[in-house]
């Protein structure tokens, strides 16, 4: 700054010696006479002296002014600058500083294309820029190697989706796409990769030229063609697995119901006490072992997805009462108790699978009479109502029921154990009170595949509560209990 204010006295100083001696010539009449008409040209030559003068002064200060805004905005893209170049800052030759800016500037941008380049150099995926006709610009070291050949090569050279028919050789290109294509690499091996296509656009939304990445992902959809290999041979051993169980189940009810068939006509028969208690025990080893089969026979088309679930009407106070009446039997053996209770809100008709009701019901009541030595088990049994269905004019409804018991209860951390295949909470248990461990997993896709679910709460030497629903519908005023299959209609 000290120059420049030099240079400005200098200038005005000078401007001013120059008005000061043209006012002396204009203001001593001697002069005049002696330069005669010489007179006039010096007065002008004086006048334009200092108009020239002022304009260089003028002009100068302008382009210091634009030099000054240039090298702030150089400042501002000089992004790495060391301490020599900043005491460059302070040269107070602005030419020589907007010089020296430019040229830093200049260094910071190949600093810059270097690091870039460095960048796309060391990556894997293949990179190249192309102009619209599909002429490669650029490649990086990926991309020619895959090709196998050399980027000085490559350039100029059509790309080789643009050369595959998989992006447009019109000049109509996307300004963005994505896709997968299959491109060989030098070893004549497919390698599949995930391309994305950009257009890249000046600062008025020309497109410059177009970018291409692709990523190899060859191992991914290798890995995705080994996953569905072992899918589909895992659903056809299923499938195999399900009719073998299906056609054994099938065939081993045969001989099992000729067994307990025969028992039941023996028992009919003369019998000593003690062959009686060995009939005895041949029908309840037949019927232990058709629960059995029943129960494998059931859990395989459930799990195969070809359990059927009917929808018919039935009266459900009728069943609860017809499974109560069936199990008590053992109730009073065991010397418990067993109470149902049904809210009055229920209605006495549904639609529904009565049969799968049933075996969901008589599974949870006899665990709960199994596993109970005092006390007794109850049934409650309410509903949620919804809107009704259109157009059949009929009501959605959620039945709701809940198995309590007396028993040994179960303890907390052994409740993940319950809703599995042939599991039970205690071994010693099984092999006091029988069973499979079939039960409530049956219970449970059963209460799934009728749009409900189930539920425990349960404490050791408290007791258990097991919770389901399932849903139904009915009709408003339907109570009378539908007819049996082939059952006369009383007049």
């Known amino acids: 700054m000290d120059s420049t204010k030099r240079k400005t006295g200098l200038i005005l100083a000078l401007a001013a010696a120059l008005v000061t001696a043209l006012s002396i010539i204009i203001a001593d009449d001697s002069i005049r006479e002696k330069l005669g008409s010489s007179y006039y040209i010096l007065a002008l030559s004086i006048i334009g002296c200092v108009l020239l003068l002022l304009a260089g002064y003028v002009w100068d200060r302008t382009m210091v002014q634009r030099l000054r805004n240039l090298r702030v905005s150089t400042q501002a893209a000089d992004l790495e600058m060391g301490p020599d170049e900043e005491a460059e800052m302070g040269d ?13 500037m200049a260094r910071s941008l190949q600093r810059i294309e270097a690091s870039y380049r460095g960048i796309v150099e060391d990556q894997v995926d293949l990179i190249c820029r192309y102009r619209a006709d599909g002429r490669l610009t650029f490649v990086n070291a990926a991309y020619a190697a895959h090709l196998g050949h050399k980027r000085t090569e490559l350039h100029g050279q059509p790309f080789a989706l643009m050369i595959a028919g998989v992006l447009p050789n019109n000049g109509s290109l996307p300004d963005n796409a994505s896709f997968e294509h299959t491109l060989p690499d030098t070893n004549k091996r497919p390698v599949v990769l995930a391309w994305t296509h950009r257009a890249i656009k000046d600062a008025d939304g020309h497109v410059l030229e177009y970018q291409a990445v692709g990523h190899d992902i060859t191992a991914r959809k290798e890995a995705e063609v080994l996953l569905r290999t072992a899918r589909d041979a895992a659903e056809a051993a299923d499938h195999a697995k399900s009719e073998f169980i299906a056609i054994v189940s099938h065939e081993l009810r045969t001989p099992i119901n000729g067994v307990i068939g025969f028992t039941k006509l023996l028992m009919d028969t003369p019998l000593t006490v003690e062959q009686r208690d060995h009939v005895q025990i041949i029908a309840s080893s037949g019927e232990s072992l058709e629960t059995l089969v029943r129960d494998i026979l059931d859990l395989s088309k459930i ?28 109730v009073q053996e065991a010397g418990l108790t067993l109470e149902a209770r049904i809210a009055t809100d229920v209605p006495a008709i549904v639609n529904g699978d009565q049969n799968r009701l049933r075996q969901i019901l008589q599974n949870l009541l006899g665990n709960a009479i199994k596993f109970t ?25 959620r039945l709701r029921f809940a198995v309590r018991d007396t028993g040994i209860g ?22 006091r009170r029988g069973g499979t461990g079939l039960g409530l997993i049956i219970a449970k896709r059963l209460c799934e595949r009728m ?28 109570t009378a209990e539908p007819f049996a299959e082939n059952e006369p209609v009383p007049a």
Do not use: W
């Open 92 to 104: 107070h030759d602005e030419i020589i500083g907007l010089a020296r800016q430019i040229e830093r």
């Open 303 to 330: 799990e195969a997805g070809t359990l059927e679930i009917e929808n018919s009407p039935f009266a459900l106070r009728s069943c609860i009462e017809q499974i109560c009446h069936m199990l008590r039997p053992r």
């Open 373 to 397: 030595e005092h006390g007794g088990v109850t049934l409650t049994v309410d509903c949620a109502r919804a809107e009704m269905v259109e157009p059949q004019k009929r009501r959605v409804v």
């Open 410 to 431: 179960i303890p907390r951390d052994k409740l993940d154990r319950l809703f599995k295949p042939f599991s039970q909470v205690d071994s010693s248990a099984r092999r």
């Open 451 to 478: 749009g409900g679910a189930i539920s425990v709460e349960s404490h050791a030497g408290e007791g258990s509560t097991f919770y389901f629903t399932i849903m139904a519908d009915y009709q408003h005023g339907d």
